[in-house]
């Protein structure tokens, strides 16, 4: 199974920028989707955005747009999102997943990062 890391989390100031990884280790295919989710303390978990590795449309969730970039390295198997613009609440766990473009469901995640952002 797909196993996948996150990292780039950390503290910044409102307006500020991150960039967060998910590198994935194991079996990919040009069909797998790879999407960003968050959760904040006490908060329903959300999507974020998703890309395929085969590239493609790009998919971001409305409170992103404009803000929030996801892109791809295949050589080095990493999914990035690049974050813009950052406000206090987009303080979250941010967490990376896989599913199969023919499911519906994420089958490995993995174990999140923590992205503050200071007021």
């Known amino acids: 199974q797909v196993q996948l890391v996150e990292s780039g989390g950390g503290l910044v100031q409102a307006g500020g920028s991150l960039r967060l990884s998910c590198a994935a280790s194991?079996?990919?295919?040009?069909?797998?989707?790879i999407g960003w989710f968050r959760q904040a303390p006490g908060k329903e978990r959300e999507f974020v955005s998703r890309l395929r590795w085969s590239g493609g449309s790009a998919v971001y969730a409305d409170f992103v747009k404009g803000r929030f970039t996801i892109s791809r390295d295949n050589a080095k198997n990493t999914v990035y999102l690049q974050m813009n613009s950052l406000k206090p609440e987009d303080t979250a766990v941010y967490y990376c997943?896989?599913?199969?473009?023919?499911?519906?469901?994420?089958?490995?995640w993995g174990q999140g990062t923590q992205v503050t952002v200071a007021s």
């Open positions: 997943a896989r599913r199969s473009v023919l499911s519906t469901r994420y089958d490995a």
């Open positions: 194991g079996r990919t295919f040009s069909s797998d989707i």
